[in-house]
């Protein structure tokens, strides 16, 4: 039985963060994963760019049924702190929108860096290695794992295995199964940063709008848990998606509507009464100033008004009933993408259940849970990674102090 400081299951981002800092703080690790392709959500982030964190990440940009939780990891590891990192291994990058910060020229430079950093820090790896059983006993090791290479025992073990979404990639519920058998409670589990998609029915009169795309404000939930953005909206045959839907979605409940503004910067009732008086336009031609033509027509229609009117020939409540549904289109989603198309879960690891400086289990000494895993979701825009960063350098740098800490 091969044994080691550190076992850590899961290649991820956490996890190869993880795994690198707490090589390089003088702890032996193995870091072992079941994909026979590594960090491949890295590789598909961004394009093929890794949008590797946000400038304005903060506790804020995130979602937790305990929202505190993030505050620590993520003031001692910041977004400076990982384009140091990057600086370091003179891996150019910009910034394209709203913070968001990508790679110049790859995904695969992260990876790599990372893949650095974990040799700097003389890391083992096991991979492809499934990981079939985990069993505590007592003992100066007492994590036994049991292995497609053989019996493992650590000292401690990190779980780094994200979340559920994009099955294809090899995403499992591993890591909910492991924190069930230690009796850590779960948030349920849903698609978050994902499309999302309306019955046959519903959706005809746009079906056929696919790939028309504008700037929208949409909102969602209520109270604490009400989320508002003004972003892209991309209409497809199925439904609704782009960056402001992606980002609505780990508001939405199923059941729930969204709230559409289809012109965020204008009042289109004040614009269609001002049109009234001083033009003959037809009623589509107008909306299209604002509004994709393609869209402004059907929109009309939807509204059970003919395109070819004449602004001037309408009533002001028709108008006005006109510019209420274009500034507060409220329309009620059947369902999402799910899991094959969500970019990142919802839920995970009950927070409560976790320290937020070390993130180990309070009642089972050793066991940490890091990442995606956890219940920390955070927007569209690179916060994801952050937070895999900065739980990864908490956990590595509380096991290496605890380490220190330990009767020899």
Not at 43 to 65: D, H, K, Q, V
Not at 199 to 217: I, Q, R, Y
Not at 308 to 332: M, P
Request: aromatic content about 8%; proline content about 5%; glycine content about 10%.
């Amino acid at each position: 039985m091969e044994k080691f400081d550190v076992a850590i299951v899961g290649a991820g981002a956490a996890g190869m963060m993880c795994a690198a800092v707490a090589g390089q703080l003088g702890l032996r690790v193995v870091l072992i994963d079941h994909a026979q392709r590594l960090a491949e959500k890295i590789r598909i982030s961004g394009g093929g760019r890794c949008n590797f964190t946000n400038i304005n990440a903060g506790p804020a940009n995130y979602l937790s049924e305990n929202p505190h939780f993030c505050r620590s990891a993520l003031a001692r590891y910041t977004p400076r702190d990982f384009l140091d990192l990057m600086r370091r291994h003179r891996i150019a990058w910009h910034e394209k929108h709203k913070g968001q910060l990508f790679c110049d020229e790859s995904a695969e430079d992260v990876i790599a860096m990372l893949r650095r950093e974990c040799a700097a820090g003389q890391v083992h790896w096991r991979m492809p290695c499934g990981v079939h059983t985990v069993a505590r006993v007592e003992g100066g090791h007492p994590y036994h794992l049991t292995t497609d290479a053989g019996h493992i025992a650590a000292r401690r073990l990190v779980v780094a295995t994200g979340g559920l979404s994009i099955p294809k990639i090899g995403a499992t519920d591993w890591g909910f199964r492991v924190a069930s058998q230690f009796g850590l409670n779960l948030i349920e589990p849903r698609p978050a940063l994902v499309p999302l998609v309306f019955d046959a029915p519903t959706w005809a009169p746009f079906a056929g709008l696919s790939g028309v795309s504008l700037e929208v404000e949409v909102s969602a939930g209520k109270g604490r848990d009400a989320g508002s953005f003004v972003e892209d909206l991309l209409l497809t045959h199925r439904g609704l998606s782009g960056p402001a839907i992606l980002q609505i979605s780990s508001y939405w409940m199923p059941g729930q509507p969204i709230s559409l503004n289809l012109a965020p910067t204008l009042d289109v009732g004040e614009a269609l009464l001002d049109a009234k008086t001083n033009s003959k336009r037809q009623l589509a031609n107008l909306l299209a100033q604002w509004l994709p033509s393609r869209l402004a027509e059907t929109w009309v229609e939807h509204q059970k008004l003919s395109p070819t009117a004449r602004v001037q020939e309408l009533s002001d409540k028709a108008l006005r009933s006109l510019a209420q549904a274009s500034n507060g289109w409220v329309v009620k989603p059947c369902g999402s993408e799910g899991w094959r198309k969500a970019e990142v879960t919802r839920g995970g690891v009950d927070t409560r259940a976790l320290s937020s400086s070390t993130l180990e289990a309070r009642d089972v000494p050793g066991l940490h849970f890091i990442g995606e895993v956890v219940d920390v979701t955070g927007w569209l825009g690179g916060y994801n990674f952050q937070w895999a960063w900065a739980s990864g350098v908490a956990a590595a740098r509380a096991m290496a102090d605890a380490s220190e800490k330990a009767p020899v």
